[in-house]
């Protein structure tokens, strides 16, 4: 009975992806009839070719880079929660994003670099330095609110960082950063796509294959290394995971905050479970449906432009960690 | 299935015995006492692996299953899964159950009496059947030893008796070495067999119940507590 809930929520979940990876492909600043998108879309166009662009070369990859930027930082998300025992833990929460924005920030202004390799490189070195400080201040502080005020400390000096280098920095450089720091899934053109890509479902595929200790360490660490599980191994593995997923997501589409932080929680909430074998693949599916969403809620202003990113991303997600903060007494994952 | 000799445990700045000589053996459930700070929880450690021995020999014959104090954060999981946990050195990469798990998980429920509750979500469920979920978990290991640290602390009286009476019918009927850490005299008397006190002064003194109320250890031990020497 359990297994076909689960299906049914898998099915479900599924086509509410499609319909959202489809509209983001329909709907878009510029109104293209459905009939030509679907001529387009299956290569049998002969009108504008403005319109061919538009489709292939910006909505399709920015649809893309929406499902898969949301995923990746979900299932950070998930992980450091877990890892953590924390449910308030999140990639923008505990300093990471900052940390990869602090490394984009670095070669933007200060090695003046457009190649995204660099870019990728610095962001993830700057989150491995973050996530190796806040492991530190973990052992250190087995209280998790103070963990998690130090995340955010972490995530105040990061910027403050990024905020001297601007001022040093010429003004155009720092244009280029202040429009990256905005946040947009439409930054990944259809050439850098497959780099980004390629990246994003490897970290995916580790995480997947994390999903047994990620279980093991819901009893905490003791129990899990008298089950059995490696700790030091399994915590790095599970860092170095969430540090490739949140640096490459926030190199290439910017800081997208609290989808890491609130997605776990409408997965769990849907799913009422915090099995990491049903909760992590839904975490997936969930993160790739509401980047899908807000990236859609950014077209509201009609033809007069789109709305930033980080503008639409705490509209959706915050009101659910409120609602989960409010309700915990009567949510099992948080008793 | 343990045997310690001359086990030097603590930490690498605070020694805390330098000398324990004791063995525990199958089908017998020993209980371990001894005032806050006597270093019950630092030899339990030690026993479970979570630190090292500063020296001495210690020999462990099989493994060991635990049931600790940590409250973890299982409460989105159900009864059933959090006892499958104790599968994981037994199934594969993706910790997918087989027949086999299922019914040694079934078994291990069944043993402590909350297969009625497999559904339920830890968080539903009271302390003392969560005291009981986790011993199962501790069966479905399949461990020949088990160690539990203080399983009765945060119990009413009748799930203490309770846990008591299910962790010695375990350790006859499935032969388990069965070590608990307890602050709870009364019920270490009745259902142990054998007593380990533990104090800074004496080191480990280890022997039946019977005979330590009668000799005068376990008098001598409590009332060395109430003069505070100790």
């Known amino acids: ?335 | 299935m343990i045997e310690a000799r001359r086990l030097a445990i603590g930490y690498k700045n605070n020694i805390l015995h330098e000398s324990l000589d004791f063995e525990l053996s199958c089908g017998e459930v020993v209980c371990l006492m001894g005032l806050n700070g006597a270093g019950k929880s630092t030899l339990i450690k030690t026993l479970c692996g979570f630190i090292k021995p500063l020296g001495g020999s210690l020999k462990i014959d099989g493994e060991i299953g635990v049931v600790l104090t940590d409250k973890g954060n299982a409460g989105g999981l159900t009864v059933y899964e959090m006892v499958s946990l104790g599968r994981y050195k037994h199934t594969g990469y993706f910790g997918t159950l087989r027949e086999n798990d299922h019914k040694v998980i079934q078994e291990s429920l069944k043993a402590v009496g909350i297969e009625g509750k497999a559904d339920r979500y830890m968080s539903q469920i009271s302390d003392g059947e969560r005291q009981k979920a986790f011993i199962a978990k501790a069966l479905a290991q399949e461990c020949p030893i088990i160690i539990l640290d203080e399983p009765t602390a945060f119990l009413d009286v009748t799930s203490r008796i309770e846990t008591m009476a299910l962790l010695r019918k375990l350790a006859y009927n499935q032969g388990k070495a069965v070590l608990i850490s307890t602050h709870d005299l009364d019920n270490a008397i009745n259902f142990a067999d054998r007593l380990w006190l533990l104090s800074k002064e004496r080191q480990l003194v280890s022997g039946a119940p019977s005979s330590l109320v009668e000799n005068g250890t376990v008098e001598e031990f409590f009332k060395l507590r109430d003069a505070g020497t100790l």
């Open chain 1, 1 to 335: 009975m359990n297994r076909r809930k689960n299906i049914t929520l898998y099915c479900a979940a599924g086509a509410f992806l499609l319909a959202l990876f489809l509209s983001n492909i329909f709907f878009g600043s510029v109104k293209i009839p459905l009939r030509d998108i679907l001529a387009i879309l299956s290569g049998n166009f002969e009108g504008r070719e403005s319109w061919r662009h538009i489709v292939l070369e910006t909505r399709l990859p920015q649809a893309v880079t929406a499902l898969l930027a949301g995923s990746s930082l979900a299932v950070s998300g998930l992980m450091l929660q877990t890892l953590f025992k924390n449910p308030l833990a999140g990639p923008s929460i505990l300093g990471i994003s900052d940390g990869a924005n602090l490394g984009v920030a670095v070669s933007m202004i200060y090695f003046a670099t457009t190649s995204y390799i660099t870019t990728i490189a610095t962001a993830f070195a700057g989150a491995a330095v973050v996530l190796a400080l806040i492991l530190w201040f973990s052992s250190k502080l087995k209280n998790n609110v103070m963990l998690l005020i130090v995340g955010i400390m972490m995530g105040y000096l990061a910027s403050s960082v990024i905020s001297i280098l601007n001022f040093k920095a010429s003004s155009d450089k720092v244009h280029q950063y202040v429009l990256w720091g905005m946040g947009d899934f439409g930054n990944v053109s259809i050439e850098k796509l497959p780099y980004f890509a390629i990246i994003a479902i490897a970290g995916l595929i580790a995480a997947v294959l994390l999903i047994k200790p990620l279980n093991a360490l819901l009893l905490g660490e003791s129990y899990a290394s008298n089950l059995g599980v490696n700790i030091k191994r399994s915590r790095l593995m599970i860092l170095g995971c969430t540090g490739l997923l949140t640096a490459t997501a926030t190199a290439f589409c910017g800081p997208i905050s609290f989808i890491g932080l609130a997605v776990p929680h409408i997965a769990r909430l849907v799913l009422g479970s915090s099995n990491h074998q049903q909760l992590l693949p839904v975490t997936l599916i969930t993160g790739s449906c509401i980047a899908l969403l807000c990236n859609m809620l950014t077209l509201l202003p009609g033809s007069n432009g789109v709305l930033p990113l980080s503008a639409i991303t705490p509209i959706v997600c915050a009101p659910v960690i409120i609602y989960v903060i409010l309700n915990r007494k009567n949510i099992q994952y948080f008793n």
